[in-house]
């Protein structure tokens, strides 16, 4: 049996700053991770990241990451994705500066 | 030290021109990333996790006064204040915005300096002894060979597209300070008959499968130097794997076809393009080691130095642990550790830089280097300068007595910036560094050298740590290994794993007993944590760190 597809979100690299970004339902592209829209289908998640991925002068290295519903919207379920919402842990640098 | 010629700074001009144009035309859409990625990396900028990075050659690990002020310029203005030195004696920016990166490639221009192949699959910067042209030890300062090759590999058209990536060392001394035997070549000066001449290694690695280098050729003699250098990285361009990027390096190549056939080929391809080398590279090489000719050392009385060493408990222990025996009398090798407890392994902010550009200017012949062990090297500072040296360092927050010791941690940058790394490096470094300084024994330990890579890919060197670390993703959670037994000098060994892997809360813990468990096993205080595992084997020290559980409750 193929393995149950875990919910999803699109996330990039904005192609000016660098920084983490994810796609929103209104084909934004958002700072903060709970914004962002939760792709709980695999054939629209796969959609949504190739036209994620023709917005080639917004972002680079668009991708599915794994994501968890909770009330505030969508929250990483991997510490790699954690980090990416909020910055390195050595200094308050990054996303976390405006936590 | 090297200054660039017409040749050098046309080129690099031209360059950052070029760079400006493709970033210039990645933000107005006509490049995909697909197709700036590679134009990128061909110039050092790489996409992380929360930025980009830009990682600055320091080539042979040596800089001027005027280039480290530059670095500094540059953090300030279009970085957060702050830069990354690395196991490679380069410096990396974690922040600069795409817009900026152009700008920031003609600053570095401005002072002799670039990004181009520090990445890529090319010949990326050439790295050397940092103690070079300084050290008690040495037959020859091994830096004009190096500044030698990196004038031939940059931009070498048949070298552009390597089958993996390709890192070339050289020491002057039969003391390795420049891991030479963990490169793809490892070059070591040696004198024999007279004769200067190289030995040299091929495919040494650290990575997903460590080697140690292997002897090619005991005496190459030194106008055979970039003919053989490139019979070698031409015999790796037709036979490396292009196949599987994990078997792609040398050391890879080497391991499948065999140290003889490789030999036999090099040596017939050697033959080959041998004629096409006429002395205008011998010619060079003569103008290059004028401009590495020794500075004017000058005679001066010690007294003050020792009696400042009589008179400063505090100066005393520095001197102790930073200072290196230098060729000329009266003369010190300054190591300056950016390993305060508990800051990351190898960040100096703009200020720092600045406070060691002056203390260069001022009392180092203008010369400071990067070692690979992520510090700054004061090269030649008369012993009379010591205690003003000291003086300014501790106002620069950059005195810290640890050189060698316990806290002197190579870490890379892991996974709070690498968008490769499996785990973070850096927070275990500075849990560490933390913990001896509050046990206050790193001293009473001694010469220990621990390394931490926050992946398989081994930039922190881990498996030539005496205690490695290694951070993986076990099952979406952060695991650290340990191996134990790795040596990165002239007696180059692979560390052992000691067993499972340990997690973020228990790895320091784990660290601790293995240290406090040293101190119990040595046969008294001059045998260092290394000589102890050789002598002992692992047994005793996996014991230490593996104790039954109802011992481990009740710690």
């Not at chain 2, 570095?108 to 790295?127: E, F, P, W």
């Not at chain 2, 951070?471 to 000691?498: K, P, S």
């Amino acid at each position: 049996m193929p393995k149950a597809f875990t919910p999803k979100v699109v996330t990039a690299n904005a192609l000016l700053e660098g920084d983490a970004v994810w796609l929103t339902e209104d084909d934004r592209w958002t700072r903060d991770m709970a914004e962002a829209e939760l792709l709980t289908d695999e054939a629209h998640a796969e959609l949504r990241l190739l036209e994620a991925s023709a917005r080639a002068s917004e972002i680079a290295g668009a991708y599915l990451a794994d994501a968890q519903a909770t009330d505030d919207g969508p929250a990483p379920t991997h510490f790699r994705e954690a980090f990416r919402t909020r910055g390195p842990s050595n200094y308050p640098h990054g996303k976390q500066v405006d936590l | 030290m090297y200054h660039y010629n017409d040749f050098d700074e046309a080129f690099v001009r031209t360059r950052v021109a070029q760079f400006r144009s493709q970033v210039g035309r990645r933000i107005d859409g006509s490049l995909t990333e697909d197709e700036f990625k590679p134009l990128r990396l061909m110039n050092g900028l790489y996409l992380q996790l929360h930025a980009y990075m830009l990682r600055v050659a320091v080539p042979y690990g040596t800089l001027n006064s005027k280039q480290m002020r530059q670095l500094a310029m540059i953090a300030d203005r279009w970085d957060k204040g702050y830069g990354h030195f690395t196991t490679r004696q380069n410096i990396q920016y974690n922040w600069p915005e795409l817009r900026d990166v152009p700008d920031m490639l003609d600053a570095l221009a401005d002072v002799g300096m670039h990004a181009i192949q520090t990445s890529g699959n090319t010949i990326r910067n050439v790295t050397a002894d940092h103690f070079a042209g300084a050290a008690a030890d040495e037959v020859e300062d091994p830096r004009p060979y190096a500044e030698l090759l990196r004038q031939w590999s940059t931009d070498h058209p048949e070298f552009q597209f390597l089958p993996r990536k390709f890192k070339i060392a050289v020491t002057g001394a039969e003391a390795d300070r420049a891991v030479i035997r963990a490169h793809d070549i490892g070059l070591q000066v040696r004198r024999v008959d007279g004769k200067i001449g190289f030995r040299v290694l091929v495919g040494g690695g650290l990575g997903r499968t460590p080697m140690i280098g292997k002897v090619l050729t005991d005496f190459l003699p030194v106008e055979d130097l970039l003919p053989y250098c490139e019979a070698i990285v031409s015999v790796y361009n037709v036979l490396g794997r292009r196949d599987n990027k994990y078997k792609a390096r040398i050391k890879i190549t080497v391991h499948e076809t065999g140290l003889d056939e490789i030999r036999a080929r090099v040596e017939e391809r050697f033959a080959a393009i041998r004629p096409a080398f006429d002395e205008a590279a011998m010619e060079i090489l003569d103008d290059i080691k004028a401009q590495f000719a020794l500075p004017a050392f000058r005679n001066a009385e010690t007294d003050g130095f020792e009696a400042a060493r009589l008179a400063n408990p505090a100066f005393r222990a520095w001197t102790d642990t930073n200072l290196t025996p230098h060729r000329a009398e009266g003369y010190a090798i300054v190591s300056v550790s950016i390993k305060k407890h508990g800051a990351t392994p190898g960040d100096a902010s703009s200020d720092q830089m600045r406070v060691l550009a002056d203390l260069a200017q001022t009392y180092g012949h203008d010369e400071l280097r990067i070692s690979h062990e992520q510090n700054v090297i004061l090269p030649h500072v008369h012993k009379s300068d010591l205690p003003a040296v000291y003086a300014a360092l501790r106002d620069a927050d950059l005195a810290t007595a640890n050189i060698g010791l316990v806290s002197d941690i190579i870490a890379c940058p892991g996974m709070d910036y690498c968008a490769l790394a499996t785990a973070r490096s850096i927070p275990i470094a500075q849990q560490i560094a933390t913990r001896f300084e509050e046990l206050k024994l790193e001293h009473e330990v001694g010469p220990l050298k621990i390394k931490i890579s926050g992946c398989i890919n081994a930039c922190g060197h881990h498996h030539v740590g005496h205690i490695g670390i290694l951070g993986l993703d076990r099952a979406g959670v952060e695991n650290y290994q340990i191996t134990l037994g790795g040596d990165g000098t002239e007696d180059a060994t692979i560390g052992t794993r000691t067993g499972p892997g340990f997690s973020a809360d228990d790895i320091l813990p784990a660290i601790e007993r293995l240290v406090l468990g040293y101190l119990d096993l040595r046969e008294d205080a001059s045998e260092t944590f290394l000589q102890a595992y050789r002598r002992l084997g692992m047994e005793p020290f996996k014991a230490k760190l593996y104790p039954p559980k109802e011992e481990q409750d009740a710690a």
